[in-house]
Structures are given as structure tokens and as C-alpha cells.
């Protein structure tokens, strides 16, 4: 499976604490990020991780248009509520483009914590 990664600065160390905790399911996977998020998970976990760009510098777009190319079946994105962020337009595109191609996106932990559970339990009936 072909999974996306994505996070922002205030939920990077929340995203980490998540993978660590997932670790022998994302290894089985393949894995995109956007740049910081990308470098972070490759220091701290060793996976092998395809980095786009930074969020701000056109990450959020480049995976994108992976799900609008049909290459990415799962985004985690755990998003910062409380914080403005500069390149909102981007994110919202991204969230757009996930609905348009019925492609699943958590937002927060609770729902990646649903959506890994229906993937890793997806075969087995």
C-alpha cells in the first residue's frame, strides 16, 4: 500500500510517537512524505521514506497529484487546527482531491488510529 505522510510543525512529534507505535505496519508499506515531515521519519525511524517538497514549497501539491494520478491509497495528515498556516490553500486542495478520488485521509490520530485498523485487518475478512 502505498501511503502518504504529512504533518505540521506543532504535530511532527505527534506523527513520530504514531509511527513508532505502528512501526511493523508502516515497514510493509510504501511510504511518501512531504520534505521536513519525510527527513524527520527517516532520522527517527530508519524507513524508507520518497520525500516531496516541504508543505510550503509544494509538497502538499506533488501528493496531490499523486492521488489524482491514482498512486496513493492512504494519507495521514495530521493537520494543526490551532495554527495558521501559509500555504492553507494547498492543504485545502489536497483534502478537496481526497474526496474527488475517495482516497481515505485521517486528520488526527483517533481516525488514523480507524483507518490503519481497517487496512492491517482489510484481508482477513
Known amino acids: ?6 504533518a505540521h510543525d506543532e504535530k511532527k512529534d ?3 510517537r504514531f509511527i513508532d507505535k505502528h512501526i511493523e505496519f508502516f515497514r510493509e508499506q510504501v ?3 512531504t520534505g521536513t ?3 524527520r521519519i527517516i532520522k527517527h525511524t530508519g524507513l524508507d521514506v520518497h520525500r516531496c517538497k516541504s508543505g510550503p514549497l509544494g509538497g ?6 499523486m492521488v489524482a494520478n491514482n ?4 494519507i495521514i495528515f495530521f493537520r494543526d487546527p490551532l495554527t495558521a498556516q501559509p500555504h492553507e490553500p494547498d492543504v485545502s486542495a489536497l483534502l478537496r482531491l481526497s474526496d474527488v478520488y475517495d482516497v481515505p485521509l485521517a486528520t488526527n490520530e483517533g481516525t488514523a488510529e480507524a483507518v490503519l485498523y481497517h487496512l492491517s485487518h482489510k ?3
Open 71 to 74: 498512486t496513493i491509497d492512504c
Open 37 to 39: 515531515t519525510g527527513g
Open 1 to 6: 500500500m502505498k501511503i502518504a505522510l504529512i
Open 60 to 65: 502538499d501539491q506533488e501528493i496531490g497529484a
Open 123 to 125: 484481508d482477513r475478512g
Open 14 to 16: 505527534d506523527l513520530l
Open 31 to 33: 511510504l511518501y512524505a
